[in-house]
């Protein structure tokens, strides 16, 4: 059996693994018990499909999602991989094949919801085919108090023991309470063989805003993203009907989705979603578990997400394929009243409602937060981490100030008014707003009346709304939502502890800029070209764009522009299949484009700088993956290439200035020996 670099080679046409990936195949392919908890987007599938091909008999996969089993199978075949689901969602046709290669012997990847192990007969199936390994995906679906529980789940530790075959259970979001329970639910409370691979997804930009109109701030942010794909997501189904109307008024490209839409309702928009470039969908947490689509440049949440691990997971949807993506969270007050209302008012025991206030105050305490969103983020799952540079108060550090007299003000009227009010009356007392409601209680005599008229209104409610989260205040669902004190606010109260606020906090962000484009203006149209055909091939045979090719393999196929199959199969996601089936087609278009010329080549035509320019060209292409040809994939745009031609640069030094370290290290030495023989 060929080994897993060959595999990942052969099958998937990756030359080398993501980082922590090597590890995890290599414990899964032994028969360990595995554990792996990794980022979204860090190729969590690889790590038990290559294991399957690796290990004799058939890996079953347990899956929460119908759409996610049937993408990851289509992906499977269109690389040649035998593979099969059996859900609910199948004809008759479709079952019936599963069951012919599991027969023949063919089948190595069985997919499977964990709704079918509560049958009996599905023991009795996956005993005769022959089952060496059990893999489980989205494991923390076997915790009770998570937010996307599946009962079913549970069986998953029973059907281990039946079988006695290894398991390997892989998730994005676990929490060290929900590592537990994985471990205890799965593996018995024997400790598998676990691989923590951080948190962090670098290429994501993070950015919170406190609502002002909200509505114009999503609508914004979508406008300067326009084309992209991306994902809305809303706190109530008839938020995502009606923003969704709003932006299709505005010429996007939208759709709504919720759990009170019909199923052939929501099967469209997930088919959708995944075959059209550019769609937006306004959704609510029905929505994402299991998105399989790489493309997703931005996620925005026009309401607070219910926590930490939730604004987590949701934001992982974006960027899967390593490329630039940008995120947005909108809160304020009414949003904290809920969230805090649905905890106090569930059935869940009083230790699991602290848990829960707790992981919304990690949540609140990141959208509050005075320095680097990704520190404090990470920070929370344990990882320390420095200043990332790229989320809205690395952009644009927060005004801050002391803010202690403030809130000492302010929770001097909330125990002065017996706890009874929200912040509203409680603004209009400390602003002197004599309202009628405020002399009817004799509130306009109270000692605090008044002493807030430094600050204005705005200034007031981003103040209460700051001290809701930092869990000073919370609203009393016995009291219709009045403020009260928590025992966090005792040492501010007594001037034992200070805080510091932010002045900034209603200055809306939601209109940066987009992310810069994912190649040059000159490679642009190739990459619509290219686009343009894999929507064809995709269509031709009913499956997801991307499973045709990956946007990060189409970007590098503009960028280096392979004229020759042998070329063409040095492209990262370029395998055997793929190249047998596809390769022709693009080649056709690549080298069409090519025959018109690049344009910044055209305009050397007729010069010596346009023989060194393809001369370089050519020796791009053999260094494209380093020396040895297993590096990660780098190339220079034409820009960079026409200038180094016409300069003729006469040392590194010269060389580095035009291409940057990283280019200069790859191909310095060879574009000088290119430039000198040309002397």
């Not at 929460?64 to 004809?91: H, K």
């Not at 929490?175 to 691989?195: C, M, S, Y």
């Not at 409680?426 to 109270?446: E, M, S, W």
């Not at 930092?470 to 609203?475: G, W």
Request: proline share 5%; with cysteine.
């Amino acid at each position: 059996m060929p080994g897993a670099t060959t595999l990942l080679r052969d099958i998937f046409g990756f030359d080398a693994f993501r980082p922590g990936q090597e590890d995890i195949v290599d414990a899964v392919a032994q028969g360990e018990n595995v554990l792996a908890i990794m980022p979204t987007g860090g190729g969590k599938s690889l790590c038990f499909q290559l294991p399957a091909l690796m290990r004799e008999g058939v890996t079953v996969v347990i899956s929460p999602l119908i759409a996610l089993m049937r993408d990851q199978v289509r992906a499977l075949r269109e690389v040649g991989v035998e593979a099969g689901a059996l859900t609910s969602g199948n004809t008759e046709e479709e079952t019936s094949a599963v069951w012919d290669a599991l027969d023949k012997g063919r089948l190595k990847l069985l997919y499977i919801a964990p709704e079918r192990l509560a049958a009996g007969s599905s023991m009795t199936m996956l005993r005769r085919i022959g089952v060496s390994l059990i893999a489980v995906d989205e494991a923390h679906c076997v915790s009770q108090w998570g937010h996307d529980f599946r009962p079913d789940y549970l069986r998953i530790g029973e059907l281990r023991r039946a079988l006695g075959v290894p398991l390997a259970a892989f998730t994005a979001t676990a929490d060290a309470e929900t590592r537990a329970e994985i471990v205890e639910k799965l593996f018995d409370g024997q400790p598998p063989q676990t691989f923590l691979r951080g948190f962090d997804r670098p290429n994501i930009h993070l950015a919170f805003s406190p609502k002002d109109s909200p509505r114009r701030q999503i609508m914004d942010f979508a406008a300067a993203r326009k084309g992209q794909s991306g994902i809305i997501y809303c706190g109530t189904r008839a938020r995502t009907e009606s923003l969704s109307r709003a932006l299709c008024e505005s010429g996007h490209n939208a759709c709504h989705y919720h759990g009170g839409m019909d199923p052939e309702g929501r099967r469209e928009v997930e088919t959708r979603f995944n075959t059209e470039d550019g769609l937006i969908v306004v959704a609510t947490v029905a929505f994402g578990m299991g998105v399989d689509k790489p493309d997703i440049r931005w996620v925005a949440h026009a309401d607070l997400p219910k926590s930490i691990e939730a604004y987590y997971q949701e934001i992982g949807r974006a960027g899967r394929d390593g490329a630039p993506a940008e995120t947005l969270t909108l809160f304020g007050p009414d949003d904290i009243r809920l969230r805090r209302s649905q905890i106090d008012e569930g059935l869940a025991p009083p230790e699991r409602r602290m848990a829960d206030h707790g992981r919304l105050n990690a949540l609140l305490g990141l959208a509050e937060a005075l320095e680097c969103r990704r520190a404090n983020l990470l920070r929370y799952f344990g990882e320390e981490a420095t200043a990332c540079g790229n989320c809205d108060l690395c952009d644009t550090p927060p005004e801050t100030f002391d803010g202690t007299e403030a809130v000492r003000k302010a929770l001097s009227a909330i125990l002065r008014t017996d706890e009874r009010f929200g912040a509203g009356h409680l603004i209009d007392i400390l602003t002197g707003n004599a309202t009628d409601k405020v002399r009817q209680r004799g509130h306009d005599q109270l000692p605090t009346f008044g002493v807030g008229r430094d600050i204005d209104r705005r200034g007031w409610q981003g103040v209460f709304r700051q001290m809701m989260g930092h869990d000073l205040v919370r609203p009393d669902p016995e009291r219709h939502g009045a403020l009260r004190m928590t025992e966090a606010a005792r040492p501010i109260l007594r001037d034992e502890q200070p805080i510091t606020l932010r002045r900034d906090t209603l200055v809306s962000k939601s209109n940066r800029p987009a992310v810069r484009a994912l190649v040059s203006d000159e490679d642009a149209p190739l990459l619509s070209a290219l686009k343009a055909k894999r929507r064809a091939l995709a269509e031709a045979v009913k499956v997801p764009a991307y499973v045709v090719f990956a946007d990060r393999t189409l970007i590098e196929m503009a960028e280096t522009r392979p004229v020759t199959l042998d070329q063409m199969a040095r492209i990262s996601g370029v395998g055997a299949k793929k190249l047998e089936r596809y390769g022709d087609a693009f080649l056709s278009i690549i080298n069409g484009e090519a025959e018109a010329l690049h344009p910044k080549r055209r305009k050397l035509a007729g010069r010596a700088a346009g023989s060194l320019y393809d001369q370089l060209l050519e020796v791009q292409a053999d260094l494209a993956r380093g020396e040895g040809g297993i590096d990660k994939p780098l190339s220079c745009s034409a820009s960079l290439l026409a200038r180094v031609a016409s300069s003729r640069p006469r040392d590194l030094g010269e060389l580095t200035r035009i291409l940057g370290e990283r280019r200069a290290e790859r191909f310095g030495p060879a574009f000088l020996d290119v430039l000198h023989t040309a002397d």
